[in-house]
């Protein structure tokens, strides 16, 4: 056994290919409910500043552009609440997995640290903790975690896989517990844009960090609500003293957002019209396959956010995922994202309008 291979989990995705192989062969062809990739096309205002940059000969700085700072420290007053943000407050990634798996190493955590994550989480979480040597911790509630040898703790809210929003006073509390401690916060909020049944909430807003940003950093993205998983375009904001360290590692490490899709962050950030028009898509398809998937015997639970459906028939996750492979339907086994996950799947909606149409019929069939 490789070095790497005795460090890490089996990559998920791989035990998933039997399973896509079953979907495929259907007839009318696949439906992939499985990987929360976007669909629907980059927006105009979009695709027209990544073309007017284009011609960027030399090299991006990984700080990024005053106005993508600009554009970064605005994005977030106005849309998150924040207050008083200077560009030392932010810093753009090379998207926030990039982000989630290299953390822990770019912290200089190792053996003997501890970071820590929800029970059902996005597995990169783990992955991170592991590459550094750190361990990885799960906790149900943060607040009742052991601190002792605890460095990182990861929040997210809206959760991938669950859609679960956590509230102003639970994140108050894990902020307010951490900062007890001497235990530095990290919110994954990516899915922040996409609340349906709650309005989540970003740990950046006054009311949970009572207004400063000491040993807080919250995790944005553009692939979901701008449709830019392409271009890896996200940023972190929040401690300047955290982010000054980061920023110092990653200009060592030539972590450089590309010079084009730093002028795209800026034309995306500066437009909610194309943001509004996602959302209302995702909202119809939404609406239209949990109906078929309630009627079809599955029980919801949480998903007031996301881009996903949490969905059982209390059955083993992959018995489920055998059961809707042979309809032409490809969804993610619960336990993916932990044990706890073993009786779930996990029903993403982005696919097509034409493609959601067909499994809208499958299920009814």
């Not at 820590?116 to 990885?136: C, D, I, S």
């Not at 909610?272 to 909202?283: F, G, I, L, N, T």
Request: hydrophobic residues 45%; aromatic residues 8%; charged residues 25%.
């Amino acid at each position: 056994m490789s070095a790497v291979s005795s460090r890490l989990p089996v990559f998920p995705w791989d035990r998933l290919e039997p399973y896509k192989a079953t979907a495929a062969a259907h007839p009318d062809g696949i439906v992939d409910l499985s990987v929360g990739t976007p669909v629907d096309p980059v927006p105009a205002v979009v695709q027209r500043a990544l073309a007017d940059a284009a011609d960027s000969p030399g090299y991006p700085t990984v700080w990024g552009t005053a106005a993508l700072r600009d554009a970064l420290t605005g994005w977030v007053e106005r849309r998150l609440g924040a207050r008083g943000l200077r560009h030392a407050n932010v810093l753009p990634v090379v998207g926030s997995k990039e982000l989630v798996a290299w953390l822990p190493t770019q912290l200089g955590l190792g053996p003997g640290d501890k970071v820590a994550y929800p029970r059902l989480a996005y597995p990169t979480y783990e992955v991170g903790a592991r590459l550094a040597g750190a361990e990885p911790v799960v906790y149900d509630d943060p607040t009742e975690l052991d601190p002792a040898g605890l460095k990182l703790l990861w929040l997210n809210s809206p959760s991938n896989p669950t859609g679960r929003v956590l509230s102003k006073e639970e994140l108050r509390r894990a902020v307010a517990w951490a900062r007890e401690h001497g235990v530095l916060v990290f919110s994954d909020e990516c899915y922040l844009e996409l609340g349906w049944e709650a309005d989540p909430v970003s740990v950046l807003h006054p009311d949970v960090c009572g207004g400063s940003y000491e040993g807080i950093v919250a995790v944005h993205s553009l692939s979901k609500r701008s449709n830019l998983a392409g271009y890896r375009a996200a940023f972190v904001a929040g401690d300047p003293a955290v982010l000054g360290e980061l920023l110092q590692i990653r200009k060592h490490g030539g972590m450089m957002v590309a010079a084009p899709v730093q002028a795209a962050t800026v034309a995306a950030l500066g437009d909610s019209a194309h943001v509004a028009e996602q959302r209302a898509r995702y909202a119809r398809r939404r609406d239209a396959l949990r109906a078929a998937f309630e009627a079809a015997g599955f029980r919801i639970e949480h998903s007031e956010a996301s881009l996903y459906l949490w969905a059982t028939r209390d059955e083993s996750c992959w018995e489920t995922v055998g059961e809707l492979s042979k309809r032409g339907i490809l969804v993610a086994p619960g336990d993916f994202y932990g044990p706890a996950g073993e009786r779930f799947v996990r029903i993403a909606f982005t696919a097509t309008d034409e493609r959601v149409e067909a499994a809208v019929r499958r299920l009814a069939e």
